[in-house]
């Protein structure tokens, strides 16, 4: 007598259709449904969210200090009386302008926290490399030509521009490659820039109000805060503004000569521009 063996069939995983072929096949009978494994979702470490809110508080804090060491020289320069005249005469028409600016992309508007971040980046970090750099230049060129005149003019038309344009683009090149999503065009680099803009000027006006509140009292402050306030309040967010149709621009080419001059050709154009309101 031969024993035959028992034959079992252990079905993998089929597909839906090989597996109902298998079923209604009569010489499969009474096999097994396919058993599909549920999905296993694999949830990101915490770690990473935690290293990057520290970054973010670090930074944060680093641009306080830099800000209020930007008020502390802005105070001993003018007093403590006319700082605070400065502060509330400079952030009173501040929120008209951001909200004409924010009207500008009111259809795809960007995350309010890189908008902030743009903001305070103008107000506190690039005036303090403006400060810095901008007084050094100023004094050096004083020694070198014995002329305090020939270091202002050189700081107005020279330093100023340049630096701070240069500092304030570089939170908008650092936007650019970092948040490509949130940076996809024209728009985008308009806005983004004139918020760095309007927070430099900001700080920029404190100086200007505490030291003609300083020197001509209530009258010079009063054109003093006409002209600035009234008459040329976008002049900086004009010319951050070049910088980033460039980097829009340049978001948008496919040329890859383009997505290098383009913006190289804004910030430049932004220098011109700069130094010729300041010659002016």
């Not at 340049?162 to 985008?188: H, P, Q, Y």
């Amino acid at each position: 007598m031969v024993i035959e063996p028992e034959i079992r069939y252990i079905l993998p995983a089929f597909p839906g259709d090989l597996a109902d072929t298998m079923d209604n096949n009569p010489q499969f009978p009474n096999q097994p449904q396919p058993i599909f494994a549920p999905a296993v979702a694999i949830q990101p470490s915490g770690h990473t969210s935690a290293i990057k809110i520290a970054l973010a508080i670090a930074a944060s804090l680093i641009a306080l200090l830099l800000g209020l060491l930007v008020l502390l020289l802005i105070g001993v320069e003018t007093g403590v009386v006319n700082l605070l005249i400065g502060v509330v005469f400079a952030t009173i028409p501040v929120p008209i302008y951001v909200t004409l600016v924010l009207w500008i992309d009111r259809y795809e508007s960007e995350p309010g926290w890189l908008l902030a971040t743009a903001f305070c980046w103008g107000a506190m970090v690039a005036v303090f490399i403006a400060f810095v750099f901008n007084t050094g230049g100023v004094i050096a060129v004083a020694i070198m030509t014995q002329s305090a005149r020939a270091g202002q003019t050189a700081g107005a038309v020279i330093f100023a521009p340049i630096v701070e344009e240069s500092a304030k683009a570089l939170i908008l090149f650092i936007i650019f490659f970092w948040k490509k999503d949130e940076f996809d065009g024209v728009i985008d680099g308009i806005v983004y820039a004139s918020l760095v803009a309007l927070g430099f000027a900001m700080t920029e006006n404190i100086q200007y109000y505490g030291k003609a509140a300083l020197q001509g009292g209530g009258a010079g402050l009063t054109i003093v805060f006409v002209i600035r306030g009234f008459f040329a309040p976008f002049s900086h967010p004009l010319f951050t503004s070049m910088t980033g149709i460039g980097l829009g621009l340049a978001r948008q080419s496919t040329n890859m000569a383009a997505k290098f001059i383009l913006p190289v050709l804004g910030l430049l154009m932004v220098m011109a521009m700069h130094s010729i309101w300041s010659g002016s």
